[in-house]
């Protein structure tokens, strides 16, 4: 048994029910109302790490204006969940790729496909820093031989043109007429160069930490935004006995469901505290961003037990505003 959520301006409150029920009424259902625009950002994926077959879909988010359809990130799951929260695939304008990790871009392949079936032949422009256009070509390749079966058995319009922009620095992005998209370089060893992102709409701005380690370019990114939406890990106090506690698996906490990481688990937690937010430090980047509503996502808990409000109150330590902890299929 799933759960749904019901948001308001003071936080996220859990109440009984099947997020199976919700999801198979479309996103209307969690939906949360923004009298500040129509612009809505519907949390797709809130797993972190490439494991599969847990309760969340890896990392993909969308910002939603009208029909126009933005993706920052698209890990597995990324297709089914934009059609289970009741989005056209074929809406999508844009994608943004926040670095070269498999959580975040493996698939990037698939979602160009999914929304070319469905009937998108508009330009698409995916973003992110190198090696964008070798991944993305290499999908192409890989996906030509069915495309072109459907070109002539079901006389199917060919694809529209898929164009890479590479992303190395701290720059504008695109501006369409209704969005101005912007970079900042964050700190994810060893995946350099990592991307977080600010969307900017007619009536609200979003962003986007991507996967860091606190950083004051998220803070000056994110500067009066409406939302940011930031990764974060919860430290164990006793992480010494956490180590000697895992056996052979990798994964942090082996409870978890969802595949394992095979590898070596003191490199593991090595990469996880070097490379990600404590929570703590993403409410005090928000509190210094002067954001109003801090989403905690693409999470990972360093010890059992920890509930939704144990990280809301960790990051309401230094953060003022709203908090809310991301799940999967969330609008807000």
């Not at 959520?5 to 919700?22: K, Q």
């Not at 959580?103 to 995916?126: C, K, M, Q, S």
């Not at 969307?199 to 939302?227: H, N, W, Y």
Request: with cysteine; charged share 20%; hydrophobic share 40%.
């Amino acid at each position: 048994m799933g759960q749904d959520w019901t948001i308001d301006r003071r936080g996220l409150l859990r109440t009984a029910g099947a997020v199976s029920a919700a999801a198979s009424l479309g996103a209307s259902t969690i939906a949360r109302a923004t009298p500040e625009s129509d612009t809505k950002l519907y949390i797709l994926g809130s797993r972190a790490g490439p494991s599969v077959g847990g309760a969340q879909y890896m990392t993909c988010y969308a910002v939603v204006i009208g029909d126009r359809v933005y993706v920052v990130d698209c890990g597995y799951g990324a297709s089914e969940q934009l059609v289970r929260a009741g989005l056209r695939l074929q809406d999508i304008r844009n994608i943004f790729i926040t670095h070269n990790h498999p959580d975040h871009n493996i698939e990037l392949g698939t979602l160009v496909y999914f929304a070319w079936y469905a009937g998108l032949t508009r330009p698409l422009d995916i973003y992110g820093p190198p090696p964008l256009k070798t991944v993305l070509d290499g999908y192409l390749k890989a996906l030509k031989p069915d495309v072109d079966v459907w070109l002539d058995d079901i006389g199917h319009p060919p694809m529209g043109p898929v164009n890479a922009h590479e992303l190395s620095g701290p720059q504008a992005v695109m501006d369409d007429g209704t969005v101005k998209v912007s970079c900042a370089l964050v700190h994810h060893t060893p995946i350099f160069p990592s991307l977080a992102y600010r969307i900017d709409t007619p009536g609200r701005s979003i962003a986007f930490s991507g996967d860091t380690s606190p950083m004051e370019s998220v803070a000056q990114l994110a500067k009066g935004c409406d939302v940011l939406v930031h990764e974060a890990i919860y430290p164990n106090p006793n992480q010494g006995a956490a180590r000697a506690s895992r056996g052979g698996d990798a994964r942090i906490d082996n409870r978890e469901r969802g595949s394992a990481i095979a590898g070596d688990p003191q490199k593991l937690l090595t990469h996880v505290l070097n490379s990600h937010t404590p929570v703590e430090e993403a409410g005090r980047i928000a509190q210094e961003a002067g954001v109003k509503t801090l989403v905690l996502a693409h999470t990972v808990s360093l010890m059992p037990g920890v509930t939704d409000g144990m990280w809301i109150a960790a990051a309401r330590k230094h953060f003022s505003g709203e908090v809310i902890f991301a799940h999967d299929l969330m609008v807000l």
